[in-house]
């Protein structure tokens, strides 16, 4: 996902995004996620939009692969196979929601 460099910013950990709540039918294959990924190089954390490719409601775990270009978190690159626990959401994209019922 292609962002304007104004919309990506480092955040000290006081402030950076937290956990959103959202109804998990809202998570669908082909929507965006936004999650923390620990970076074991660069800094510590980059916040970055995962693709849904799969939804495991049982587990609440979302699968997808990585849709930015991480500009810190450079042991990451798009389209490396991530997954997400429902907890770590911490942005749905607006068109998610109200398309799962």
């Known amino acids: 996902m292609k962002e304007p460099l104004s919309n990506i910013r480092a955040f000290c950990k006081r402030h950076a995004p937290k956990p959103v709540k959202f109804h998990p039918k809202d998570v669908l294959p082909g929507c965006f996620v936004k999650r923390a990924f620990k970076s074991k190089v660069g800094p510590k954390v980059e916040h970055m939009w995962v693709r ?50």
């Open 52 to 101: 849904v490719e799969r939804v495991d409601y049982d587990r609440q775990l979302i699968y997808g692969r990585l849709a930015n270009e991480p500009l810190y978190a450079w042991d990451f690159k798009p389209g490396d196979k991530v997954r997400v626990k429902f907890s770590q959401v911490e942005a749905l994209e607006d068109e998610c929601f109200g398309k799962g019922g």
